[in-house]
């Protein structure tokens, strides 16, 4: 009996031993990475005493309060303590430089110590989170000697400041900037300073912005003459280049100290994708054959998918209401906002596909746990909906008069045969004044059909600017739907917001130059020189766009797009949710999963 209750309590005592050890190894493993990272930021580098003291130098003089350090140390044994209130990371392996690409912001600093052959990693790993990164970033890489000229192009790459340290004597590093073009207009590096052990200089700025001064690098720039844009004839000098975007071009140029060669595209305008291949404005930039171009070039998302769009100064959007089209079946059509029976159908598929994926994972009905499928099936949902809404190009479609299938092919034959009410959204006040003032007939009759206001939700982003003009416009026929009038029960905004974007200029993706350009075009507008030189121009309406070329595509059937992004959608989506919940919980409840 003895002997088996020692048995039953070493049986016991193994079972909670195989529970436990596993527990045990786990925390002690975690402590031991915990105290290894500890270790590793809180340890100073025995014997390099000149490093940590140089390190030290560069973060009293040149890290912010507000800036994210990244230290990337091939031997991960430097202590970065002179500023504790600062959150760091360190990386000591390129597998964990990965993750920089989940960390990183737009106001990071890198420091990189080791080899010249850790320094060609960390630039790639640099590279792989480039979107993430603003001029506002900087990097310090800490090398042995200097680095070659195939690693400071690719360093001059990047949209941030690169400064480079190297050590010329035991206790002496010498700090170099990497430029664009102080090398004869070619990427190379500009001497700063030497600092040694025990010096406390910080008179001068370790990570200057070198793109103040383009140090008379020559632009070509791929642009069609175009009078009250740009308008300029070959071989002529840049004084006599008129055009509030040729007066752009001349004032940037003087500042930043570089020369700009206009050149006619080598086929098509603004630029077109055939047959997987760019021509016009687009096919220049993307060749390399210009750094930018410049000139009526409207910004599609087929276009954000090749190219970067500098910040433009003004937009005039042209957006109307029409009538829902004659020539499509409405079987097959849905505009939005959708209806509800929409969204019924959209939670039945839902249900559908989550059982269905469930079934073809071949599992029995008692452990299916049908909910996570269903759940699974929804996410995809709303992430791809959000995602991927209105990211095709649009495209107008043509208005069609009421009672009959021949379509109206311009905006003068929608004014001159139908009563539809056109709002125009215009940005500026010289334009609405010459819509309003016009001696041309057709003006006059646009202008006595329209309704001239200023948007109230425009929003501004580092990149571009958009409003939301669709959406007040359906509000607006909400409303006089509510109000009872049956004449808008069969009508529906256009399909397009029709852009003139004159200074929209298109470059090539993570050009580090991009943002300066972007904050100059910014200052001119803000001192309001853009409206100036426009109004010294007297632009017309018909510079902007060309009335009878506004409606010019086929009409197209545009299917069901899943979108989140309307009110109606997103009370559906919320609501649809909380029903998944509760159906997941009853399913639970009923079908228990097996252990």
């Not at 159908?345 to 996570?372: D, E, Y």
Request: with cysteine; hydrophobic share 45%.
């Amino acid at each position: 009996m003895r002997q088996a209750t020692i048995a039953v309590l070493c049986s016991g005592a193994e079972d909670t031993m195989l529970i436990l050890l596993p527990s045990v190894l786990l925390l002690a493993s975690l402590g031991t990475v915990a105290a290894e990272l500890d270790l590793r930021i809180g340890r100073d580098a025995k014997g390099n005493g000149v490093l940590s003291q140089l390190l030290h130098h560069v973060l009293d003089s040149s890290l912010k309060s507000h800036q994210q350090l990244f230290v990337i140390s091939e031997t991960g044994d430097i202590g970065v303590m002179g500023c504790d209130h600062l959150s760091r990371t360190i990386f000591s392996s390129v597998q964990d430089m990965e993750r920089i690409k989940h960390a990183s912001s737009r106001n990071d600093f890198y420091i990189v110590l080791g080899s010249m052959e850790w320094a060609e990693e960390a630039l790639r790993a640099l590279y792989r989170i480039r979107p993430q990164m603003w001029w506002t970033s900087k990097a310090l890489f800490v090398l042995e000697a200097l680095p070659g000229v195939d690693w400071i192009q690719r360093a001059a790459g990047l949209v941030i400041p690169v400064t480079v340290a190297t050590r010329v004597r035991p206790d002496t590093y010498a700090f170099y900037a990497v430029c664009l073009f102080c090398n004869d207009s070619r990427p190379g590096m500009q001497y700063i300073q030497t600092w040694r052990q025990g010096s406390k200089d910080t008179s001068k700025n370790l990570f200057p912005d070198l793109l103040n001064d383009f140090h008379g690098v020559e632009f070509k720039v791929s642009t069609l003459p175009v009078s009250y844009f740009f308008y300029w004839t070959p071989n002529a000098s840049m004084k006599n280049w008129t055009g509030f975007e040729g007066e752009a071009l001349k004032a940037m140029a003087h500042h930043f100290h570089f020369r700009v060669t206009p050149s006619l595209p080598k086929n098509g305008g603004a630029g077109s994708l055939v047959n997987g291949t760019w021509d016009g404005h687009m096919g220049m930039v993307l060749g390399g054959d210009a750094e930018f171009a410049v000139g009526k070039i409207s910004q599609t998302w087929i276009r954000y998918e090749y190219v970067d769009f500098m910040s433009f100064v003004m937009i005039e959007s042209d957006s109307f209401i029409t009538q829902k089209p004659k020539l499509l079946s409405y079987s097959s059509t849905v505009y939005r906002p959708f209806p509800l029976f929409v969204w019924i159908l959209c939670a039945i598929s839902i249900v559908a596909m989550g059982i269905t994926i469930a079934i073809f994972k071949r599992r029995s009905f008692k452990g299916l746990q049908v909910g996570n499928e269903i759940f699974r099936v929804y996410s995809l949902f709303v992430v791809k909906g959000v995602k991927y809404l209105d990211r095709e190009e649009r495209r107008m479609r043509y208005i069609i008069y009421p009672g009959t299938t021949r379509p109206i092919n311009t905006l003068e034959d929608a004014v001159e045969r139908t009563n539809l009410p056109f709002y125009i959204h215009l940005y500026n006040d010289e334009l609405i004044s010459n819509f309003r003032q016009s001696n041309i007939s057709m003006y006059k009759a646009v202008a006595s059909r329209l309704k001239l206001f200023y948007p109230n939700t425009v929003r501004i982003t580092t990149d571009n600017m958009y409003m939301d003009v669709l959406y007040q416009l359906e509000i607006e026929i909400w409303k006089l739907r509510k109000a009872g009038d049956p004449a808008w029960t069969q009508l529906r905004v256009a399909d397009e917001t029709f852009l003139a974007l004159p200074s929209a200029w298109p470059i090539r993706k993570y050009k580090p130059y991009k943002p300066k350009l972007d904050l100059f075009i910014l200052r001119l507008r803000d001192a309001g020189l853009f409206n100036k030189w426009m109004s010294d121009s007297i632009l017309p309406l018909g510079a902007y766009f060309s009335l009878n070329k506004v409606i010019s595509i086929a009409a197209e059937v545009k299917r069901i797009s899943f979108g989140m992004i309307h009110v109606q959608g997103i009370f559906y989506a919320l609501a649809f949710g909380f029903a998944l919940a509760f159906l997941a919980f009853i399913l639970e409840l009923l079908f228990p999963p097996k252990l």
